[in-house]
């Protein structure tokens, strides 16, 4: 079965000190992944996608295929960025749904 | 209307009620899902549609059901509602496959059932 593993449920950090949010996927095809950010009771919103390669709010994100992980990466946290982060890839077998992980809760400290 | 809306924000409900959780979009994507957010467990996949008039299942969909008589709608309905149904549903559409595209989230709606 797809399994998404989000394996910290909290990340707590400084202000200015490195991030690494972890995500590892099950999948045997070649997935198109996302990593999506929820602030303090607002809605989910898309951060960045893998096939884009962008560096949305100076977060990046590796595709390994190897590890089958998409760590989601930011060299200095900011307040701000205290939020819950969820990984995301497709279901195997076809692009119609999107299955979660559990979600990481990350806490920026000043 | 910009992107989803979802209604009510929040409601208590008595356990055993009916209730019907209101989904709209004005994008005109044509897939649209149903999530609950629950502590520990993440978001899991109730139902979906991946065009108007069909439905579909995903990972919990028990005591749910839904409908999708046109492109903008896609209410969410507990028949009878029981405590472990208390959680933070959030309607989602796509543009297109969202393994391509990603999801577009409505803000949710806080539902506690006693």
């Known amino acids: 079965a797809q399994r998404v593993t989000q394996p910290e449920k909290l990340l707590s950090v400084f202000k200015g000190a490195p991030v690494e949010l972890k995500c590892n996927y099950s999948y045997s095809g070649s997935p198109e992944l996302f990593w999506y950010v929820q602030y303090s009771r607002q809605r989910l919103q898309l951060l960045l996608r893998?096939?884009s390669r962008e560096s949305i709010k100076g977060f990046t994100a590796d595709l390994n295929k190897g590890e089958t992980s998409f760590h989601l990466k930011k060299p200095f946290a900011q307040e701000e960025d205290s939020a819950m982060y969820y990984c995301?890839?497709?279901?195997?077998?076809?692009?119609?749904?999107?299955?979660f992980g559990a979600g990481t809760r990350l806490a920026v400290h000043p | 209307i910009a992107g989803i809306t979802q209604a009510p924000t929040s409601q208590i409900l008595a356990a055993g009620r009916r209730m019907t959780l209101r989904c709209t979009q004005d994008?005109?994507?044509?897939?649209m899902y149903w999530y609950r957010q629950d502590l520990g467990l993440g978001l899991r996949l109730i139902h979906y549609s991946n065009t108007a008039g069909t439905t579909g299942k995903g990972e919990v969909p028990d005591g749910y059901s839904v409908s999708r008589a046109n492109t903008d709608d896609f209410p969410l309905t507990l028949a009878s509602a029981v405590p472990s149904q208390t959680s933070v549903y959030f309607c989602?559409?796509?543009?297109?496959?969202?393994?391509?595209?990603?999801?577009?989230f409505g803000s949710g709606t806080r539902l506690t059932v006693v």
């Open positions: 893998h096939i």
């Open positions: 994008m005109r994507h044509n897939a």
């Open positions: 995301a890839p497709p279901f195997s077998g076809g692009y119609n749904k999107l299955i």
């Open positions: 989602a559409s796509s543009e297109g496959p969202p393994g391509s595209y990603g999801y577009t």
